[in-house]
């Protein structure tokens, strides 16, 4: 039986390195895109407060003032969710009765009160967090800035709209992650990004073949001109004001492998799609990695999901 469902793909900027005025910014996104008639709505990496691509700028030893500098901007923005950071999206998401995945960079107020997460979070129709995924690993000099996550969110909860699971940026490129979520039935399979361009957008068909789900993609399409002026080192970081930071390349594909929709590059918008949630189980009876094209007598895996923490 159909189950079709109309998607949001966001594809502008946040109001860079400003949380409160990104959480506006995002709920009118929200709001335009139930008007559209979306149920299911999908952020970028990091999209707030946005992501710090000052990493990939400055050098770690001898840029580290600069570095400083910038963290502490970005650390004052990060998301906390037990400060309820996100309860404004949470109320559109309940008003509007649509699912939200958001990338956002989470700070630990629980135990440092300073470290950073590259996270993604679930938001069912009703308002109510499903589940909350630190990165695994960061990549290269990401790690100047944020802390590696646990598996305790390595999980594919059930929404209104279906079975969904996300990974971020290069943990795609995991095989075990992606196996775990391959495992859990998964019919949505949300990967917010920084990367973009043709490699990364095969890798996005290759899962939607490999997990028979359909798979949804999207990066912040961001100019220089988007980032505020007065940001520390600014002109330093960004001397061409017409640069595009990142080209966004948001990209929805069809369980075992078909072009759905996008990408769309160099293009600040949401990408509108409808989708048939059913077509990711029917297209397994073909390939099922964690089912009958499986060799459970020959391999393996075993997931710690226990959170780890440095004191208990």
Known sequence: MKKNIKVS????????LNLKESIERAVSLIEQSAKEGSKLVVFPETWFPGYPEFVWRLKPGADMKKTDDL???SQANSVDLKKNHMKPIQEAARKNEL????GHQEIDSEISGSTLYNSCIIIDADGKILNNHRKLMP???ERMVWGFGDASGLNVVETAV?????????????????YAMYSQNIDIYVAPTWDEGKTWIATMQHIAKEGGCWVISCATAIQASDIPSDLPHYNELFPTKDEWVNCGDAVIYKPFGELHAGPMNKEKGILFSEIDVSLSRVSRRRFDATGHYSRPDIFSLKIDKSKKKPVI
Do not use: S
Not at 99 to 102: Q, R, S
Not at 162 to 178: F, H, S, T
């Open 9 to 16: 793909v966001i594809q502008q900027p946040p109001v860079y």
């Open 71 to 73: 963290f502490k901007i």
């Open 99 to 102: 699912v939200i995945v958001a």
């Open 139 to 141: 990549t290269n000099p």
């Open 162 to 178: 279906g079975r969904i699971g996300a990974l971020l940026c290069w943990e795609n490129y995991m095989p075990l992650a992606r």
